[in-house]
């Protein structure tokens, strides 16, 4: 036995006839969806019932697992005490979880555990599905902020785990969709809301797991969803297998979104081995764009290998003209690109001759993975700023651990050289995407560079700068400074 079936569901605790009196009639139809999946499981009498939810025990480098031999919950949170349940958890299959996702190098594990409770991501399924079936065990895993091809890889664990102890077991991705999707719902309207639940809904209304990979994290957060990388996670234990799907309804009445699909699997198909095909597009669209980078970016990228592989800081003026050759033989092999001579010779001078402050950023799937850089020169040329800054962005920058080496080919980066900066007496004067911001109080100083994804106003701007001056974002008597950057990629 393995992965016999999955369900994308919401979690809506409203949904609850004690918790919604009479208000969980808006979603009638959504409720009918509920039963008829519990209904269908209770026919397929699994032995465990996996549930990945958005509101267990959440870090932002792990994925958590709930130990112990179960646990208990109620909806006293929002006013129905007396709805409880409880469930036993399915130790051993936990164990072996924990053991094959460190053999797979998955951060994942039962330590770190704040609240045995029962979170209402898990409660909402129970609740239909105990009504009709309860010959089962549970294992609850929280989700993590670690990129979507970790969520999926840890799915691949929880379907080897399932085929591995013979376990029939049933999936439940409890999640809901966006919750910007009306002005008066409860987080607002963003033009993604809506655009994230189409999307979403075709998707996994056509089992095109592979798909899920490719949403970009920026717009899975202005969306404000809760439930892809549950999604993503079921995927994962769906791997390499034929699935028949049903898509049951989707309701977008509350101004947060529900949908629910089923997925019954099939036999193997190595044909919709997703996460392998998403590697190897990913791959072959970074080493494009390694062919197509300017100088700022080979210089800052063959600094961060130099450093990582070998503990070496290199030498610009011996370093150069392997660079520029390259760049030279990448530029000619294009056809639709002119003579680069000129753009190489421009770059060589202001690289060896410009004295600026830089900022190295460096991204891996989609996510920030370090970023430092200097407001003025401090070193003898742009060069040499670039070449000490990514090697920092990647080693010094307290948000992350250190990039390794086997992360090297997945880096992608991106250089910013900064223009003079500019005092300014009114915020009226900044523009998110043209100007990069300085806010100075006192001995306090923090900056932030233009054209960022998910900082759309000036608010925005100020509040992001003044956290990383160690200000509070409405902190008042603040010195302004903008600046230009020129943008590498």
């Given at each position: ?11 809506p ?21 509920y ?32 130990p ?7 909806f006293a949170?929002?006013?129905?005490p ?7 958890y ?59 091809s ?8 929880i379907?080897?785990v ?57 717009f ?22 034929d ?5 049951f ?8 979104g ?26 072959a ?13 080979r ?21 150069k ?23 190489i ?27 430092i ?50 005092d ?7 523009d ?8 100075t ?9 233009p ?39």
């Amino acid at each position: 036995m393995s992965i016999i079936a999955g369900f994308m569901v919401p979690h809506p605790p409203m949904i609850v006839p004690e918790v919604g009196r009479g208000s969980e009639s808006v979603i009638q139809e959504t409720t009918d969806a509920y039963k008829s999946v519990a209904r269908q499981i209770a026919e397929l009498k699994p032995d465990t019932i996996v549930i990945s939810s958005p509101h267990s025990i959440m870090y932002a480098d792990y994925f958590h697992i709930s130990p112990g031999n179960g646990a208990k919950g109620s909806f006293a949170d929002f006013r129905a005490p007396q709805v409880k349940m409880e469930v036993a958890y399915d130790e051993e299959f936990v164990s072996a979880l924990c053991q094959e996702a460190d053999f797979e190098g998955i951060s994942a594990g039962i330590l770190g555990e704040k609240n045995k409770a029962l979170d209402h991501g898990t409660m909402v399924p129970l609740y239909f599905i105990l009504q009709e079936y309860t010959d089962f065990q549970l294992v609850r895993i929280g989700l993590s902020g670690l990129p979507l091809s970790e969520s999926y890889r840890m799915g691949m664990a929880i379907g080897q785990v399932a085929k591995t102890l013979g376990r029939s077991t049933v999936y439940i991705a409890s999640g809901d969709l966006s919750h910007k999707l009306k002005d008066d719902g409860p987080y607002g309207f963003d033009p993604a809301g809506p655009e994230y639940d189409d999307r979403i809904m075709d998707v996994m209304g056509r089992a095109a797991f592979e798909e899920l990979l490719s949403f970009d994290e920026h717009f899975l957060e202005k969306c404000a969803e809760c439930g892809h990388r549950s999604f993503v996670m079921m995927a994962g234990a769906f791997d390499r297998t034929d699935v028949t799907v049903k898509k049951f309804c989707h309701q977008d009445v509350t101004g947060v979104g529900y949908g629910i699909c089923s997925y019954l699997a099939g036999g193997e198909n190595d044909g919709r081995a997703f996460l392998d095909a998403f590697e190897s597009k990913e791959q072959a669209r970074r080493e494009e764009q390694h062919r197509k980078e300017d100088l700022y970016v080979r210089l800052a990228r063959r600094s961060l290998e130099s450093y990582i592989t070998g503990r070496q800081v290199i030498d610009w003026e011996a370093e150069k003209d392997a660079l520029t050759g390259g760049m030279r033989s990448d530029r000619t092999a294009d056809e639709n690109t002119a003579d680069p001579t000129k753009e190489i010779e421009e770059s060589v001078d202001a690289l060896s001759n410009t004295r600026a402050g830089a900022f190295v950023s460096l991204h891996k799937e989609g996510q920030l993975r370090g970023c430092i850089g200097t407001i003025a020169p401090t070193r003898e040329n742009l060069a040499k700023e670039i070449i000490e800054n990514a090697i920092s962005a990647a080693v010094h920058d307290s948000r992350f651990t250190p990039v390794t080496e086997d992360e090297l080919d997945k880096i992608e980066y991106s250089v910013d050289v900064l223009g003079e900066a500019e005092d300014i007496d009114s915020e009226e004067l900044l523009d998110v995407k043209r100007y990069g911001v300085i806010v100075t109080k006192g001995y306090k100083r923090g900056l932030l560079l233009p054209n960022l994804d998910g900082v759309d106003t000036i608010e925005e701007q100020l509040s992001i700068a003044k956290r990383k001056a160690g200000l509070s974002p409405n902190e008042k008597g603040c010195s302004l400074q903008r600046f230009e950057v020129g943008r590498h990629y």
